[in-house]
């Protein structure tokens, strides 16, 4: 091992006396920390013998050594504590700490002693922290680990001006205003496209979200709902200044993008776009009005079969009962600004519960998903279909270019959807229309292409990434919304197309020049949700391992790196491939 290796110091309990021993541990992550060659171990046992009492020998070390790891068990000693303050104090470095579960996955505080379970209390409030029942769970997480801080010290010392002169370098710098897992995917097709000459920054609700390591910059936002001149003022803070917005959210204030666009800042699209697109009620009834004013337009949906579902605003409970008549047997509930379904409903007149306290259900659920103050609610038919058309069309300098299509599938059970969110069921790419002759399934995916490149050229009239949603049921369409950033819809994408929609968004949004076509291997994915009820500290690996086993040459798993899990988050993404769509889904 080099001289000029980087130093981990690892600390934990080591079997003294009658606590729990953890020398496997020690052993598997020493073992772990050399074999990666640019790092070595400092640890207790292997220290040289000394006349000076013990702190005075891994005190010292603690703060010398570059980077902390803390292994815990079912019991803690006042030198871990010791070592544990000495590493966050007056020169903080990286913690990573890892803490071990039974063989059932249980809660750590089950096993823990009362000193224990304080200290994990408050690394709670300083640190995120992995969990791992195996030896092997603890070498893989921690290998993971220290790669992402090595590569994070990496960014961070290319990006400063002394070492690199980063801010006269790079070609832009670009805000998400999210930085989720559409987030991520979209910073790193920008750094793939810039060649890393481009500085992002962040701003999410949360200090871990999947994109953080991607970033330059992150700034947390926590309370919800966001206010207008909380994130105008975190914004105005932020350096070096965006040359470039990109909402990757799309459940934000009113008014937001159109304030940052007077303040002389691109939003891309522009800011009466995205204001248009981001509110239902004002995407609905401009839409509406473009389409009465022009009935040519109308006139060539109809002959593609393309339809707008019924709709109209609501405020009140008795709204959605009257609306409930007039559309028929269903409809949906929805908040005028949400994402990912947030505060969706679906209500029938056959609910399962009587069909005041599903309106009633439905109505407080909304009141959680409302962002900016706005009240605003509607109400939209109920379209029976089949499958879901997730049609891309890109128009910068004038030139519309339509992308690949993919078909998608929401949760089956749509009729239990009380407040949402909505999960994807599955992606595939190219689309199938299951049950449709190839000349029928050519029709309604032209049909579909042809309306988008319509509407992007004739209403929207403006530079932007447009993806269209589409409802198929037999030969009829229903154009759902229209986003204005890729969506998780089209993540197969990632697997199946070169260049991805995301790497197509980043060129765009770069001035690069864009694909006219794209090269497509026939795949399909579908998400793996964490638990409605997993258990106290049932973490990723666990919960993953069931589909580790399906693994197999054109089969692959690929999870998701997230610091804090909610009921139903997706936690990995399955992705087949195969000579066929049909196959592979």
């Known amino acids: 091992m080099q001289e000029n290796s980087l130093i981990v110091f690892v600390s934990s ?35 040289a013998a000394t006349a000076s009492p013990p702190p005075d020998v891994y ?15 079912k019991d803690v000693t006042k030198a871990v504590t010791d070592e544990y303050n000495t590493a966050s104090g007056d020169s903080p470095k990286p913690i990573l700490v890892f803490v071990k579960l039974d063989q059932q996955g249980q809660a750590p505080e089950s096993r823990m002693s009362s000193a224990a379970k304080d200290f994990l209390a408050k690394i709670k409030k300083e640190h995120s922290y992995k969990t791992f029942i195996t030896l092997e769970e603890l070498k893989f997480e921690l290998k993971k680990a220290l790669c992402n801080e090595l590569s994070k010290a ?13 801010s006269e370098g790079a070609d832009d710098t670009i805000l998400l205003i999210g930085a989720g897992e559409l987030g991520l995917e979209i910073a790193r097709s920008l750094r793939k496209y810039s060649g890393n000459r481009v500085v992002l920054e962040g701003i999410d609700r949360y200090n871990t979200p999947p994109a953080r390591d991607e970033l330059h ?39 937001l993008f159109k304030a940052l666009q007077t303040r002389g800042y691109t939003v891309i699209p522009h800011a009466d776009i995205l204001e248009r697109l981001l509110h239902r009620i004002t995407y609905r009834r401009d839409l509406d009005d ?18 707008l579902p019924r709709w109209q605003p609501v405020s009140n409970e008795t709204e959605i009962d009257n609306a409930l008549n007039d559309f028929g047997q269903a409809l949906f509930l929805k908040p005028a600004v949400t994402d990912l379904g947030l505060g969706q409903s679906y209500i029938t007149t056959g609910h399962v519960i009587n069909r005041k306290d599903a309106i009633s259900d439905a109505w407080s659920a909304l009141s959680g998903a409302r962002y900016g103050g706005r009240q605003e609610a509607l109400v939209e038919e109920y379209v029976d279909f089949e499958t879901e058309i997730y049609q891309v069309v890109v128009r910068t300098s004038g030139q519309d ?106 060129k765009f949004v770069l001035g690069h020049a864009l694909p006219v076509r794209t090269s497509i291997t026939p795949a399909a994915c579908c998400p793996k949700l964490w638990p409605d009820n997993p258990g106290a500290g049932v973490h990723h ?45």
């Open 154 to 166: 990496c960014r961070a010392f290319w990006r400063t001006p002394a070492s690199r002169k980063q």
């Open 59 to 73: 005190l010292p070390a603690v703060r010398n050594s570059d980077i902390f790891i803390l292994i815990l068990g």
């Open 401 to 506: 270019i339509a992308l690949d299509p993919v078909e998608y599938r929401r949760q089956a059970s749509l009729r239990d959807l009380i407040g949402g969110p909505w999960q994807l069921e599955y992606s595939v790419q190219p689309p199938i229309l299951k049950g449709k002759a190839d000349h029928e399934r050519d029709m309604l995916l032209t049909h579909i292409r042809e309306t988008s490149l319509l509407l992007v050229h004739e209403w929207i009239a403006s530079d932007g990434f447009f993806g269209f949603e589409y409802f198929v049921k037999g030969s009829d369409l229903w154009l759902n919304k229209i986003t204005f950033r890729p969506d998780i819809n089209g993540i197969v994408t990632v697997f199946s197309a070169r260049p991805s929609i995301f790497d197509i968004y980043a």
């Open 290 to 307: 473009f389409l009465m004013r022009r009935p040519d337009i109308q006139t060539k949906l109809t002959n593609y079969g393309v339809q």
């Open 13 to 47: 309990t080591t079997g003294e006396a009658h606590l729990e021993a953890l020398d496997k541990e020690r052993d598997a992550a020493k073992t772990t920390i050399e074999e990666l060659g640019l790092t070595r171990a400092w640890v207790w046992e292997e220290g």
């Open 217 to 255: 910059s992150f700034v947390v936002v926590p309370e919800l709902p966001w206010k207008e001149d909380q994130l105008l003022n975190e914004i105005s803070q932020l350096k070096p200044r965006p040359n470039k917005i990109l909402p990757e959210l799309m459940a934000t204030p009113p008014g």
């Open 541 to 585: 690996r666990f919960v993953i391992k069931d589909i580790d086993q399906i693994r197999c040459p054109d089969v692959e798993v690929f999870p998701i790196d997230k610091h804090e899990m909610n009921p139903r988050d997706r936690v990995a993404f399955i992705v087949a491939w195969a000579d066929s769509a049909s196959e592979a889904l």
